[in-house]
C-alpha cells in the first residue's frame, strides 16, 4: 500500500531494513525482490506519483502515456510483472502492423508475415540482398544481447551506426533502416548511436507484437507499490551515507530535514540525482554515472474528435523523409478505453536534438510543428484535436553513443554484489522500461544475497 502520510514512523534501526531511493520500475522493482525474501524495504520517492519516467495522465474519458510509451513484446520481465502484479486482465498484445514513408507513400510492414515484408517496395532490390549480410551480424551476436554479460557487445562497440553502413551496407539501409530503427524508439542518430544499439533494437523487434496496458502505462509501478508496505511520496531524499556498518538516509517531508538508519539502501536514479544524493560513488562507477548523457524527448499526445482511417499501429520515419519526426505511435489501437469509441489519439516522438531545442517552447509553437510533421499520413488534424498533453523530458533514457557498451560492460564488471548500496535504473546494457526493471531486480537480488550472508553469520 501507499501511505498517505508516515507521521510518527518508528525511527528505530530494525533488521535488515532497506532504503530504495526512487520509485520508478527500477526501484520498485529492488524493493519487490527485497521483500519477497524477507526484507523490508522502504520506497522514497521525490514525486506525488510512483513510475518515475512511466507517467499517465487521465482526464475527461482520455488516457495518455506522456512518458515511457510502450512494452515491446521482447520485454519478458516486464510481462511476467505485470502477471505477477495481477494485470494479466488488461494487457493487450498489439499486432506490430507499421508503415515507413518514402517518396511521398507509405509502406506497411507487417512483422507477423517476415516474407511479406522482404517483399515490399519499400528497399530496393540490392538492399534487400545486403540485408543477408545484416542478418548474419545480428544472428552472430543475438546471444550477447542480454541484459546480464554485455561483454559480447562490448566487443563490437567500435562504430556508429552510420560509419558500419557505409563499411558493410549502403546508404539507403543507412537512411531508411538502421536511422529509423535507432530514432524511433530512442530519438537518436546514427552519426554517434553505437552500432551495438541498432543490433539490440532489431531483436527487439523480431516480436511481431506489443503489450497494451488499458489503465495506462504507470498500471504496473502503481501496482508493484501496491504490493510494498512503504513507500513514502513526496519525500525528496537529500544525503544517502554508507557509515561502514549502516546506510544514513537524510530526506526532507512535511517541511522538515529527518535522518534514518538503514542496513542497506539502493539508489535508482538518473546518473545525476544518484552524484548529487550519494557522493560516496567512487572509481569508475563515479566516471560511468558523470559521463552518462540523456535523450530528450518532447513528446506530443493529441486527442481527436474522428478516428483516423489509417490501419498501421505505428510510424517510424526515415531522416530523408522527416528530419525532426522520429515516430508516431496509434494509442487508441494499442489497448483499450484510451478514448471514445469514435475518437483517435496519436503520439509523435521527435529527435533528440530538435527536442532540446524545443523543450521550453510554449504548446502552441510544438503543436503546430507535430501537425505539420503527421500531414502526409493523417491529413490536417489541426481542426480534429479536441485534447492534447506534452510530455517534456530532460533526462528520457542514457545515450548509447559508441563506446557506450565498451562502459556499460565495465562498470557491470566492476559492481560490488556485497556493497552496502547498491546502484540500479537504466545504467544496463540496454536502457528503457524493461531494462530499468531488470536492473532493478538485479540490485534487489544482490541486496537479498547479502542479507542472507548476514542471516547465516548470525545463525
Known amino acids: 500500500m501507499i501511505p498517505e502520510s508516515f507521521q510518527g514512523y518508528a525511527a528505530s534501526v530494525t533488521d535488515l531494513r532497506t532504503a530504495v531511493i526512487g520509485a520508478g520500475v527500477a526501484g520498485l522493482a529492488a524493493a519487490r525482490r527485497i521483500a519477497q525474501t ?41 510481462a511476467q510483472e505485470m502477471t505477477d502484479v495481477g494485470l494479466g486482465s488488461q494487457m493487450r498484445k498489439v499486432d506490430a502492423y507499421g508503415a515507413m514513408p518514402k517518396s511521398g507513400r507509405l509502406h506497411y510492414l507487417d512483422l507477423r508475415n517476415p516474407l511479406k515484408t522482404l517483399g515490399t517496395e519499400y528497399l530496393s532490390l540490392g538492399s534487400k540482398l545486403k540485408l543477408a549480410k545484416l542478418a548474419w551480424f545480428l544472428a552472430k551476436h543475438w546471444k550477447d544481447l542480454n541484459y546480464t554479460d554485455a561483454s559480447g557487445i562490448a566487443a563490437i562497440d567500435s562504430e556508429t551506426v552510420t560509419e558500419y553502413c557505409r563499411r558493410e551496407l549502403n546508404e539507403e539501409l543507412l537512411d531508411y533502416l538502421a536511422a529509423v530503427v535507432v530514432r524511433g524508439p530512442w530519438l537518436s542518430d546514427p552519426s554517434y548511436a553505437s552500432v551495438g544499439q541498432l543490433l539490440w533494437t532489431l531483436k527487439n523487434f523480431f516480436k ?3 503489450y ?16 510494498l508496505d512503504d513507500v513514502r511520496l513526496s519525500t525528496p531524499v537529500i544525503d544517502v551515507t554508507d557509515s561502514g556498518d549502516h546506510v544514513e538516509v537524510t530526506f526532507e517531508h512535511d517541511g522538515r530535514q529527518h535522518t534514518e538508519e538503514f542496513d542497506t539502501a539502493v539508489v535508482a536514479t538518473t546518473t545525476s540525482t544518484a552524484l548529487e544524493i550519494y557522493p560516496q560513488i567512487s572509481g569508475f562507477s563515479r566516471e560511468y554515472y558523470a559521463n552518462t548523457e540523456y ?13 483516423p482511417t489509417n490501419p498501421a499501429t505505428y510510424i517510424m520515419c526515415s531522416p530523408r523523409e522527416q528530419p525532426d519526426l522520429c515516430g508516431v505511435i496509434v494509442d487508441h489501437l494499442k489497448a483499450h478505453n484510451r478514448c471514445g469509441p469514435a475518437q483517435g489519439m496519436i503520439t509523435t516522438f521527435c529527435r533528440h536534438e530538435w527536442c532540446l531545442d524545443h523543450l521550453d517552447a510554449p504548446d502552441q509553437k510544438v503543436l503546430d510543428a507535430v501537425l505539420q510533421f503527421v500531414k502526409p499520413y493523417y491529413g490536417d488534424l489541426s481542426s480534429k484535436v479536441e485534447d492534447y498533453e506534452i510530455g517534456r523530458w530532460r533526462e528520457v533514457v542514457p545515450i548509447m553513443s559508441k ?20 546502484l540500479a535504473g537504466d545504467i544496463g546494457p540496454i ?29
Not at 475527461?60 to 516486464?78: C, K, M, Q, R
Not at 497494451?212 to 504490493?227: H, K, Q, T, V, W
Not at 556499460?408 to 556493497?419: E, K, N, Q, Y
Request: some cysteine; aromatic content about 8%; hydrophobic content about 40%.
Open 38 to 78: 524477507g526484507g523490508a524495504p522502504t520506497v522514497f520517492e521525490s514525486q506525488d506519483r510512483v513510475g518515475g519516467r512511466i507517467k499517465t495522465i487521465r482526464r475527461n474519458g482520455l488516457t495518455f502515456d506522456v512518458g515511457a510509451f510502450i512494452y515491446l513484446g521482447s520485454y519478458s520481465e516486464a
Open 208 to 210: 511481431p507484437y506489443f
Open 212 to 227: 497494451g496496458l488499458d489503465d495506462g502505462m504507470n498500471a504496473l509501478p502503481r501496482a508493484m507499490a501496491a504490493d
Open 295 to 307: 535523450i530528450c524527448s518532447v513528446n506530443t499526445h493529441l486527442a481527436l474528435n474522428e478516428r
Open 403 to 422: 563506446g557506450r557498451f565498451k562502459a556499460v560492460d565495465r562498470f557491470m564488471r566492476d559492481t560490488d554484489p556485497s556493497a552496502r548500496v547498491q
Open 431 to 459: 536502457p528503457g522500461v524493461n531494462g530499468a526493471l531488470v536492473s532493478g531486480q538485479a540490485a534487489g537480488d544482490r541486496i537479498a544475497a547479502r542479507s542472507r550472508r548476514l542471516r547465516k553469520a548470525s545463525a
